[in-house]
């Protein structure tokens, strides 16, 4: 992974952190990842004149993607429901580093060196930590949180190994990031108009601003992802893009208001160590 690579995922995972927390911090996170999905539709609709239309072979990547993102957004805002941003974040983003090495070992033949492992195992560990013991005491884990955190990071693992295969298959990383979002963020709007209907209009006029930006920076995020799935092992993509988790715990204890405890410093370490193993290995 070249430098610049590093940098721009580095860069990614800034931006995903904060479009969560965007989120998190919202009354009704239904409707708010909603107007993000619609965020990111009006950031990439201007892109497709500019790009490929995808070709046949593309498509089924494509509408895999969409399916799983659904399953994603739904079980995150559970997720959140249930408990902290410095919690929840952690778990459903940490372990999807672990789940999308498996998967590349069995679906893409990408298997990970020994100092890779160990980053993986660091990075497993700090995340534990960070979910088991973050909050300050054992007795205080909400176990409703923890499983949909899972299952979120179940999908992104899915979505991960999905869009890293479509994206190298597509004429340009661009072509591909442009028509999912845009038909990711269409299905996510019908979704949400059908289930809240005018409540959910009403909600969005509201916070409409903080959406758009939040979509924004969900779909530069991903994109910048996306293009560096190119350029590098996806194992290595989604390890990295994951120091988004240092980012979360910073803006929970500095913005959100959330508690700083020893164990959460102490995870932030085992998670920053695996990252770097992971990247050297």
Known sequence: ????????????AAMHATWNALVKVRSDRFASIT?????MTLSAAPVLPFVDVPTA???????????????????????????????????????????????????????????AVVGILLLSLGTLLMSLRGGGHLATLNRAAVGYALTTSLCIA????????????????????AWLFVCDGLCAIAIGVFYRGRKLLAVSAADWASGIVAGFLSAAAYAIAMWAMTRAPIASVASLRETSILFAMLISVLALGEKMTGWRGAAALSIVAGVIALRMG
Request: hydrophobic share 50%.
């Open 158 to 177: 899915s979505y991960t190994l999905v869009d890293g295969s479509g994206v190298r298959l597509a004429t340009t990383a661009a072509s591909y990031a």
């Open 57 to 115: 072979n593309v498509w089924p990547w494509i509408v895999a993607s969409v399916i799983i993102h659904i399953g994603y957004r739904l079980f995150l805002i559970r997720a959140y429901d249930h408990g902290d941003l410095a919690q929840t974040y952690p778990l459903a983003r940490g372990t999807a580093p672990l789940i999308t090495a498996i998967g590349g070992v069995f679906l893409l033949s990408e298997v990970p060196s020994g100092l």
């Open 35 to 39: 107007l993000t999905s619609l965020g």
């Open 1 to 12: 992974m070249t430098p610049f690579v590093f940098l721009a995922v580095l860069a990614a």
